[in-house]
């Protein structure tokens, strides 16, 4: 399911390559920022009275829906002792998630402001040593030196971009990952029983969904030029355990 926006959010900040003329991403990058910064925030989302009818809105207020939207990174790819370790659309992933039992270097970078904002101002008091800053901006621009990471992860967000700015990423990745990194991310399986009612629900909050077949997302693996270590299935998404040849 696709729905066009052709708003650019109002802070400059989301906006950050948006007078880059070479780039064909600021409108669909910026909705995004968007849902996640109200997200952060804590606002409502205006949503039709039909929306709030599903059943996967009720699932989704009651708190019961969270739980089927997060994919595990660790189960195939525990972050190690030292390793240095990008989570791409981090949110506030350290935070939540046990990095300091893993003792893993933290670096991150976010497309919403108010969640970068959040994580730089605690995550120092949380652990000043394996924190190590979160910055603003795509997926498809990372901000960080080549051969930079044992592990990098992208969760959460596929589903909000096509597949051809997913190679992009996947370039980028390449890129910051030292030789035999690896790379763990997430795909909405169009196949699951509540990816329709979810995909309603989201282009309703962010503007633009896509469902793209598994069989296109693997092929996409092989044809960056990496190699499928593992794979593991969710209510929602896949995620994949990816090495670059």
Not at 57 to 74: C, D, I, R, Y
Not at 202 to 225: A, C, N, P, S
């Amino acid at each position: 399911m696709s729905k066009k926006s052709d708003r650019l959010a109002s802070n400059p900040e989301q906006n950050w390559f948006a007078t880059d003329k070479s780039d064909s991403w600021p409108l669909l990058l910026s909705p995004v920022a968007a849902r996640f910064d109200r997200e952060y925030r804590g606002e409502p989302f205006a949503l039709p009275e039909e929306v709030e009818a599903m059943p996967i809105f009720l699932e989704s207020v009651a708190g019961t829906l969270q739980a089927k939207t997060v994919s595990p990174f660790w189960q195939i790819a525990k972050p190690q002792k030292n390793q240095r370790c990008l989570d791409i659309g981090c949110g506030v992933s350290f935070l939540i998630y046990p990095w300091r039992d893993w003792e893993a270097f933290f670096y991150g970078q976010e497309i919403s402001s108010a969640a970068r904002d959040a994580l730089n101002a605690r995550g120092p008091q949380l652990n000043s040593k394996l924190f190590k800053g979160v910055e603003l901006g795509p997926a498809h621009r990372l901000k960080y030196e080549e051969d930079q990471f044992d592990l990098c992860i992208a969760t959460g967000f596929s589903c909000y971009f096509p597949i051809d700015y997913w190679a992009i990423v996947m370039g980028e990745v390449k890129r910051v990952l030292k030789p035999g990194g690896h790379f763990v991310f997430d795909v909405l399986n169009p196949n699951a029983p509540l990816a329709e009612d979810w995909a309603i629900l989201e282009t309703y909050r962010t503007g633009e969904v896509f469902l793209e077949e598994i069989d296109d997302w693997e092929k996409l693996i092989k044809t960056v030029g990496a190699k499928i270590v593992k794979k593991q299935s969710g209510d929602l998404f896949q995620m994949y355990k990816v090495q670059y040849n």
